[in-house]
């Protein structure tokens, strides 16, 4: 198993930008996919970014692409997501997560993944 540790969230406005971090321990940080979800008030999680274990792959909502921009530090057990042009209907908790065995392919499904950070939150105000 692995653990993961969020951290950056807080208070930006409409137009900023944030730069989330996920830190991570344990099992060998290399060998999984990482993603990044989100989720609102009464709202169901959902997927905002996912990148391969070597980093060459990376996918994206939607709603964020060219926008948010997810990478990861295989040296140092690290996974950011570098959020810009931020909007009200951005703000939400934000969770790292982590799978060893999963699929890329398969990387917005959140119910699939092993191991979660606790959240952070991300609010942007209009």
């Known amino acids: 198993q692995v653990q993961l540790v969020e951290s950056g969230g807080g208070l930006v406005q409409a137009g900023g930008s944030l730069s989330l971090t996920c830190a991570t321990s344990?099992?060998?940080?290399?060998?999984?996919?990482m993603a990044w979800f989100r989720q609102a008030p009464g709202k169901e999680r959902e997927f905002v970014a996912g990148?391969?274990?070597?980093?060459?792959?990376?996918n994206y909502a939607d709603s964020v692409k060219g926008r948010f921009f997810i990478s990861r530090d295989n040296t140092n057990s690290a996974v950011y997501l570098q959020m810009n042009s931020l909007k009200p209907e951005d703000t939400a908790v934000y969770y790292c997560?982590?799978?060893?065995?999963?699929?890329?392919?398969?990387?917005?499904?959140?119910?699939?993944?092993?191991?979660w950070g606790q959240g952070t939150q991300v609010t942007v105000s209009s």
């Open positions: 990148i391969s274990r070597t980093g060459k792959n990376t």
């Open positions: 997560a982590a799978d060893a065995s999963l699929s890329f392919t398969r990387a917005t499904v959140a119910g699939l993944y092993d191991d």
């Open positions: 344990g099992r060998s940080f290399s060998g999984g996919i």
